[in-house]
C-alpha cells in the first residue's frame, strides 16, 4: 500500500484534481477476482498471473462510442476484455506512454506502439484512476512515462492518424464526440 500511495503522490501531487481527496481511501489489491472473469478470457491469458481487474469504460478510437469493458493487468501485460474476447493486449515491455488530464475526470490513455499488433492507442474511464493508473505503471515498470496533461492531448487512431482529446469544465461531466471530430471530456 505504501509503496503504491509513494509512487501515486510522485505522479498526481500538485497535477491532477481530486488527488488529495483520493489520499486516505486505500487501493484496493483488485476490484473483480479471478472467478468473475470469464474461463475463455483466463484460458487465452494462460498461465500469467492476474495483478489487477478493474470495470471500465473503452472508447472507440473513431466515433468514441463507450463500451464496457474491463482492464486486465497481469505480470506482464494489460489486457482489455469485452465478456469471453480479448479485445486488446498491451505487452508492458511496448508500452510508450501513458496521459490522464490535470481535471477529475477518470480519462487514461494508453499510448502503444504503431505496429501490426495494435490498433491505435487505448482510451479508457475509469472509476478509480489514481490506483488504476499507480498500478499499471508500477506493473510495467513506467512510473516516468506517466503524463498529467493540461487542455488537450494528442492519440493515435492507427495507420498513422492522430486524434484530439479537449478537456473542459462544466456542469455535468460528460464525454462526446464534438462537431470538430475531436473527443471532448467534460
Excluded at 476484455?81 to 488530464?101: F, H, M, N, P, R
Excluded at 490513455?109 to 504503431?114: D, F, G, R, S, W
Amino acid at each position: 500500500q505504501l509503496q503504491q500511495k509513494v509512487v501515486a503522490s510522485a505522479i498526481f501531487r500538485g497535477k491532477k484534481e481530486g488527488y488529495v481527496q483520493s489520499i486516505n481511501q486505500p487501493f484496493m489489491d483488485t476490484w473483480l477476482k479471478e472467478n468473475d472473469i470469464n474461463p475463455k478470457v483466463l484460458q487465452l491469458i494462460h498461465g500469467e498471473k492476474i495483478k489487477y481487474v478493474t470495470p471500465v469504460i473503452k472508447y472507440d478510437r473513431n466515433g468514441f462510442k463507450a463500451r464496457d469493458r474491463l482492464l486486465v493487468l497481469t505480470q506482464s501485460a494489460a489486457y482489455v476484455v469485452e465478456l469471453a474476447k480479448i479485445k486488446q493486449k498491451i505487452d508492458y515491455a511496448t508500452l510508450k506512454g501513458i496521459s490522464t488530464s490535470n481535471l477529475s475526470d477518470g480519462i487514461v490513455v494508453i499510448h502503444v506502439p504503431e505496429d501490426n499488433k495494435q490498433k491505435g492507442d487505448v482510451i479508457l474511464q475509469c472509476e478509480h484512476i489514481f490506483e488504476t493508473v499507480t498500478k499499471l505503471c508500477m506493473l510495467a515498470n513506467k512510473q516516468n512515462l506517466v503524463k498529467v496533461v493540461q487542455g488537450s492531448l494528442q492519440f493515435c487512431i492507427g495507420s498513422g492518424k492522430e486524434g484530439t482529446m479537449v478537456f473542459t469544465v462544466g456542469q455535468e461531466p460528460q464525454v462526446f464526440k464534438a462537431k470538430n471530430g475531436q473527443l471532448t471530456v467534460v
